[in-house]
């Protein structure tokens, strides 16, 4: 699935070994592309090349011999005519600036992180623009959609999509990715798939806590519905077009983050629900939620906005203000009378 005029031979850096990054990789490599891996530990990074698995996140899966790992990053990136970047959100800037001075002027850059930065509320492209020459910032590519790195390994079929303001390097992402498991969309729309892959991550600790509380269906369908009708509020304000979160980088993604057993969130907010302190759950996951920072982000964002974001208010104070999660819940089902959309209202009156 090669771009044409582009040999197989084609030298990829992948920034982040984490499973995402793995299993982004592991595509990468299965379209006939060598691959260098960065990783921030030496020692696991031998042990990868020795016995070809990421024993830390990946431990059942073999990957290709296509893929070499290092800790050095001059050595991964420099020279790499593409560099994806799947570091967490909280890594992102540091990460970025430590590998800026090795970019290639004509690099395809694309970065596959939901989040934001918490002390700037910044989106990850706005965060890496940041750091790296305006001439590659310009048309970076945005990953996003629903994606369980968990599945992507195993070859599962699977559809995403790429975001830019560059048709060109949009296109060429999607050629160097697809193959026949791995499908991937294009949109013109980054800000919109960034904000839906990141804020949809609030809703799935929702439905985590909803589960975990033991209620049904009925509670997770209206939460999934109305969670998706606040972030696209947030997201429309943010300058995102409304029918992004109608897609693949929007309820496409909300729907497998908040009813996948693969999902952190998800998984975070059912021992919530559980009765379970925020500290102890963190410690027990053992890897990055994402969702708690991004309800602490999009909380501020909401305030700066003046947005209306209910479900989220309700689970920032129950991570950060002590409320408890059926308590949150009994708050917003004993809200007001209102239009179930905002733009019916003209018409019904």
């Known amino acids: 699935m090669n771009v044409e005029g582009e040999a197989l031979s084609l030298d990829v850096a992948v ?16 379209n006939g592309y060598r ?3 960065w990783m921030r530990d030496s020692k696991l990074a031998e042990h990868v090349n020795k016995h070809h698995v990421n024993k830390k996140y990946l431990p059942d899966v073999r990957l290709s011999e296509q893929i070499i790992a290092s800790a050095d990053v001059r050595e991964v ?3 790499k005519p593409v560099v994806l970047l799947a570091v967490p959100s909280h890594a992102m800037r540091t990460v970025t600036r430590e590998l800026a ?13 939901k989040g934001f930065e918490m002390e700037t509320l910044k989106r990850m492209s706005e965060v890496i623009g940041e750091e790296i020459p305006e001439s ?14 968990e599945e992507v390994i195993l070859r599962s079929p699977t559809t995403v999509v790429v975001a830019s303001a560059s048709e060109q390097n949009m296109l060429r992402a999607q050629d160097l990715l697809m193959n026949n498991y791995f499908r991937v969309y294009t949109n013109p729309d980054l800000i919109g798939a960034e ?5 949809k991550n609030i809703i799935a600790l929702g439905a985590g806590m909803s589960d975990g509380l033991g209620y049904g269906d009925n509670a997770k369908a209206a939460l999934l519905t109305r969670g998706l009708a606040e972030i696209t509020r947030l997201g429309v304000k943010l300058g995102a077009m409304p029918l992004t979160f109608a897609g693949l980088a929007g309820i496409g993604d909300l729907v497998v983050t908040c009813t996948s057993k693969h999902s952190r969130n998800w998984r975070a907010g059912y021992l919530l629900g559980q009765g379970k302190p925020l500290d102890q759950v963190l410690e027990q996951m ?5 969702g708690v920072r991004t309800t602490n982000a999009s909380y501020a964002l909401s305030r700066r906005e003046e947005v209306s974001m209910p479900i989220t208010d309700v689970l920032y104070r129950i991570l950060f203000e002590g409320t408890s999660p059926r308590q949150g819940v009994e708050e917003l089902m004993g809200r007001g009378r209102t239009y179930e ?8 009156r």
């Open 286 to 290: 053992g890897m990055v939620v994402e």
């Open 15 to 30: 920034v982040g070994a984490g499973s995402w990054g793995t299993a982004l990789a592991s595509v990468f490599a299965d």
């Open 101 to 113: 001075p090795y970019l290639d002027p004509d690099v395809l850059l694309i970065h596959a992180t």
């Open 195 to 199: 904000l839906a892959g990141a804020l």
């Open 136 to 149: 590659i910032a310009s048309s970076l590519v945005v990953l996003s959609g629903p994606s369980h790195a």
């Open 77 to 79: 990136v420099q020279g």
């Open 341 to 348: 959309n905002e733009f019916l209202g003209p018409y019904l």
């Open 35 to 37: 691959v260098s891996l």
